[in-house]
């Protein structure tokens, strides 16, 4: 089934207009991503392993196939990006407590402390880049973007429709 919009929907704006905007929102976030990580003391880890890693940080351990699912990629992937991980210290694998045929895989001590540095590094690059390039009213205007992009992502709960939450740059987007 094909669905034709008018050329006037989503509130007045033309079609063109709000695919150009999507084009530009695109490509904005897709620099804002690699200059963040370019920032961050992860960059010299893959967007996969950086993922992981921040998925781990975040949900705490798991196991390859729920990563793998998680991060939709196939097992064999996420094996060898598990195995580049572990072999640079930053995960670690212990026995599935139920499970003797599987592996559950955490951060590390030092893994931890590369994605808290990691963090770290993109907020400061990132509120840096806005104390010097914005002007105050510009800082506000951007502020008050934040609620309209976390509509866009699918935020709905109170912690991340929240603009102020408190890890607002949480993982880099890939």
Same mark, same amino acid.
Request: cysteine-free; charged content about 20%; aromatic content about 2%.
């Given at each position: 089934?094909?669905?034709?919009?008018?050329?006037?929907?989503?509130?007045?704006?033309? %079609?063109?207009?709000? /695919? !150009?905007?999507?084009?530009?929102?695109? +490509? &904005?976030? #897709?620099?804002?991503? *690699?200059? $963040?990580? =370019?920032?961050?003391?992860?960059?010299?880890?893959?967007?996969?392993?950086?993922?992981?890693?921040?998925?781990?940080?975040?949900?705490?351990?798991?196991?390859?196939?729920?990563?793998? %699912?998680?991060?939709? /990629? !196939?097992?064999?992937?996420?094996?060898? +990006? &598990?195995? #580049?991980?572990?072999? *640079?210290? $930053?995960? =670690?694998?212990?026995?599935?407590?139920?499970?003797?045929?599987?592996?559950?895989?955490?951060?590390?001590?030092?893994?931890?402390?590369?994605?808290?540095?990691?963090?770290?590094?993109? %907020?400061?690059?990132?509120?840096?880049?806005?104390?010097?390039?914005? +002007?105050?009213?510009?800082?506000?205007?951007?502020?008050?973007?934040?609620?309209?992009?976390?509509?866009?992502?699918?935020?709905?709960?109170?912690?991340?429709?929240?603009?102020?939450?408190?890890?607002?740059?949480?993982?880099?987007?890939?």
């Amino acid at each position: 089934m094909q669905v034709f919009l008018p050329d006037f929907y989503g509130g007045g704006m033309p %079609r063109a207009d709000r /695919v !150009r905007t999507a084009d530009e929102l695109t +490509t &904005l976030v #897709a620099q804002l991503g *690699r200059r $963040l990580r =370019a920032a961050s003391a992860e960059a010299e880890l893959t967007p996969s392993q950086q993922s992981v890693m921040g998925r781990l940080g975040r949900q705490g351990p798991a196991t390859t196939a729920t990563l793998a %699912r998680s991060e939709l /990629v !196939r097992p064999q992937s996420m094996r060898m +990006t &598990l195995a #580049a991980l572990e072999e *640079r210290g $930053l995960v =670690a694998r212990t026995p599935h407590p139920t499970d003797g045929r599987q592996v559950v895989f955490s951060l590390t001590a030092a893994g931890t402390e590369l994605l808290g540095s990691g963090r770290a590094a993109r %907020r400061g690059w990132l509120a840096e880049a806005i104390d010097t390039r914005l +002007t105050p009213d510009e800082h506000r205007t951007l502020a008050a973007a934040l609620p309209l992009l976390h509509r866009l992502v699918g935020h709905s709960d109170p912690q991340h429709g929240n603009p102020h939450h408190s890890d607002p740059t949480g993982d880099v987007p890939q």
